[in-house]
Nanobody
Framework: VQLVESGGGLVQPGGSLRLSCAASGFTFSSYVMSWYRQAPGKERELVAFIASTGGSTDYADSVKGRFTISRDNAYSMGYLQMNSLKPEDTGVYYC?????????WGQGTQVTVSS
């Protein structure tokens, strides 16, 4: 079982990044997928959520209107499009896949928003 994030990096305020999450070793299409982030010295927080079929999404208030979560179950991939990035979006971003029985985490990808 693996979740592998990619796409992080250094970006200037106002810029964009697209994070990807590649899932393997389990039936990704049966799992709710979420993106979390953890800033230095802070607790991990939920950023966005998408239902197993992709039919329902939700976002933290701090990212609504700027971030878009999506998934492609045919390729066992999840995405987080991040626009209008702010310095407070800096942190390690983690992909999460969950059912009532199992929870899987990726290793995280660093996002730094700075001029």
């Amino acid at each position: 079982v693996q979740l592998v994030e990619s796409g992080g990096g250094l970006v200037q305020p106002g810029g964009s990044l697209r994070l990807s999450c590649a899932a393997s070793g389990f039936t990704f299409s049966s799992y709710v997928m979420s993106w979390y982030r953890q800033a230095p010295g802070k607790e991990r927080e939920l950023v966005a959520f998408i239902a197993s079929t992709g039919g329902s999404t939700d976002y933290a208030d701090s990212v609504k209107g700027r971030f878009t979560i999506s998934r492609d179950n045919a390729y066992s991939m999840g995405y987080l499009q991040m626009n209008s990035l702010k310095p407070e979006d800096t942190g390690v971003y983690y992909c999460n896949a969950q059912t009532w029985a199992n929870t899987y985490w990726g290793q995280g990808t660093q996002v730094t928003v700075s001029s």
